[in-house]
């Protein structure tokens, strides 16, 4: 059975992100964060919370040889904070996201043969990383249509196509389901397909429209558990969206929406 987590970024955003994980944990859930260097990680790992992913690198991109180059540099740091937390993995994008969520170097139209080289070489790299180090690196899809304008290798076809072209057990994608819906939808046939060719490595999760939990939008979540479950997918599922309510409810209907 998969084991459920909650992103501590989007819930009781009044409270200290030690105080989020606590909570977090008191309510069965594993934590996962976003950029590490903005947190104490010390007083992170004196909670009681077990921690699933957090951002693998702080600055950098896949598409041109010096942002790699910084790429590869921050995710050598982002493996020493792992490993304070004991996070198994760390979570990576086209390109580095400023606060808003838009890209710090936008790709205009399709990557270029080169962009993808690049992406392949990095990634590949990245992996080897990563399996010295024992932690997973997972490479996100997102959405350019409504949060994610001009973010390279965005859609989840670019995360499957560079994570299987790589092949390696060092990188595995994080299949973000909102942004799936958003950008591509055939939720349930996508899921299949990457979990049948072993390359998910967790699956986020939230609703359309709104980015709120499970429940609130136009996707069947009962109907994708079903599935995940029917296929014996036994890794993380991760709430990763604002509550639509306060967080306890909305974490409740998470759990709801994938306990069978």
Request: charged share 20%.
């Amino acid at each position: 059975m998969y084991t459920l987590a909650v992103c501590a970024e989007m819930v009781y955003r009044d409270l200290p992100i030690e105080e989020r994980a606590r909570r977090i944990h008191e309510a069965g859930f594993q934590v996962e964060i976003w950029d590490w260097t903005r947190h104490d990680l010390s007083a992170l790992a004196q909670t009681p919370a077990e921690f699933s992913s957090m951002t693998g690198y702080i600055r950098g991109t896949l598409t041109d040889p010096d942002g790699a180059a910084e790429l590869l540099r921050t995710a050598e740091e982002s493996i020493k904070a792992a490993e304070h937390l004991g996070c198994p993995r760390l979570n990576l994008h086209g390109t580095g996201l400023d606060s808003e969520g838009l890209p710090v170097v936008p790709v205009t139209g399709e990557a270029t043969g080169d962009m993808w080289i690049t992406a392949h070489r990095t990634l590949t790299r990245l992996a080897e990383l990563g399996e010295s180090a024992g932690v997973t690196f997972t490479l996100e899809n997102l959405n350019t249509a409504v949060d994610h304008p001009g973010v390279p290798f965005a859609r989840a076809a670019d995360t499957y196509a560079l994570v299987a072209a790589v092949d390696r057990p060092g990188l595995r994608m994080n299949l973000d389901l909102y942004h799936a819906q958003i950008g591509e939808g055939n939720l349930i046939e996508l899921i299949r397909r990457a979990h049948g060719a072993g390359l998910i490595g967790e699956i986020q999760v939230a609703d359309v429209p709104g980015r709120c939990e499970p429940g609130t939008g136009e996707i069947n979540y009962p109907a994708v558990a079903r599935a995940l479950t029917d296929l014996g997918y036994d890794g993380t599922v991760a709430l990763e969206a604002w509550p639509s309510g306060d967080s306890h409810t909305a974490m409740e209907r998470f759990r709801a929406a994938f306990t069978l």
